[in-house]
């Protein structure tokens, strides 16, 4: 989630195999053990190195598209999720479960910064993550994990750190205001009246945003700051090989004796790695609230 593209690394032995490789060819990647496989990457080929006895191949994933589009769009009286929805079908990124988010009066998508930008930059105000899946879905979603794995001290950990940074108390942000001051259905200049929402209670965050024109929207978006802000108990753990583990899915520690280890965390990185010296290892990044 922290990264806009997934991207995948392989080096091939068998190099006549693969001769015909190009340049933006479709891959897919599935790990496992035996004969049951889960596909854990889809994506394109970005970059093709050759040497004697070895190809290797840099894939990144569909996410790719909103890091090179640039547009110039306005969207009027639309909320977050409809706005990704027209992104997806302009650049051709597969829509997945894209939820409502926050509703906007006016939202400018500039070609001064990439796409992605801007799409995050939404999920941002509506509180929600936005990633891709391994079957190259683009999801835009509040965390509300349907998958929840349980890994346990002794079974499933290889090694495991925590860490936990001071949160945030509060935050306030600040929109444009209508000039009629009575929602956020009109256009404005100048005005003296202020929009201003605010969450928790604080010294904490202050943000300005020019697309926000009324409090409850102020308030809404000041809500999923904080609660962002808020999530500064990460974990790092490295565990054998486990591909059914995806991005928005929950994760719980057993068996572990250090309080800030326990609970429930929300998975922000999967990196998988398959050799022959350390064999099939994933390790899982992940977040919660405090």
């Not at 996410?63 to 079908?89: E, F, P, S």
């Not at 209670?201 to 943000?207: A, D, E, N, T, V």
Request: charged share 25%; aromatic share 6%.
């Amino acid at each position: 989630m922290d990264t806009p593209a997934d991207s995948v690394e392989v080096v091939l032995r068998d190099v006549k195999s693969v001769s015909k490789v190009k340049i933006d060819d479709p891959v897919t990647i599935s790990l496992g053990f035996g004969s049951k496989q889960t596909q854990v990457f889809s994506g394109i080929v970005d970059a093709i190195q050759a040497s004697i006895s070895s190809l290797r191949l840099l894939g990144l994933s569909q996410m790719v598209k909103l890091m090179k589009l640039r547009l110039n769009q306005t969207y009027l009286k639309q909320n977050a999720g409809d706005i990704v929805k027209d992104v997806c079908n302009k650049t051709g990124v597969s829509a997945g479960d894209i939820q409502d988010g926050v509703a906007l009066p006016s939202f400018y998508i500039s070609h001064d910064v990439p796409t992605y930008d801007c799409v995050r930059a939404l999920a941002e105000r509506s509180g929600y993550d936005v990633y891709l899946t391994p079957k190259n879905k683009l999801n835009f979603k509040e965390y509300n994990p349907t998958t929840i794995h349980n890994l346990a001290y002794g079974k499933d950990v290889l090694h495991v750190e925590a860490a936990h940074l001071s949160p945030a108390k509060g935050a306030r942000v600040f929109g444009e205001s209508p000039s009629s001051m009575k929602g956020s259905d009109t256009a404005h200049w100048l005005t003296k009246d202020e929009v201003e929402g605010s969450a928790g209670s604080g010294p904490g965050l202050l943000l300005s945003d020019p697309a926000i024109r009324d409090k409850a929207t102020a308030d809404a978006v000041a809500r999923s700051k904080l609660a962002q802000a808020r999530q500064t108990l990460c974990a790092s753990i490295v565990s054998y090989g486990k591909p059914e583990v995806k991005l928005g899915d929950s994760v719980n520690l057993d068996g572990f004796s250090n309080k800030l280890l326990k609970g429930g965390f929300k998975v922000r990185t999967v990196e998988h790695s398959f050799d022959k010296t350390s064999g099939f290892k994933t390790r899982i990044v992940c977040s919660k609230g405090t």
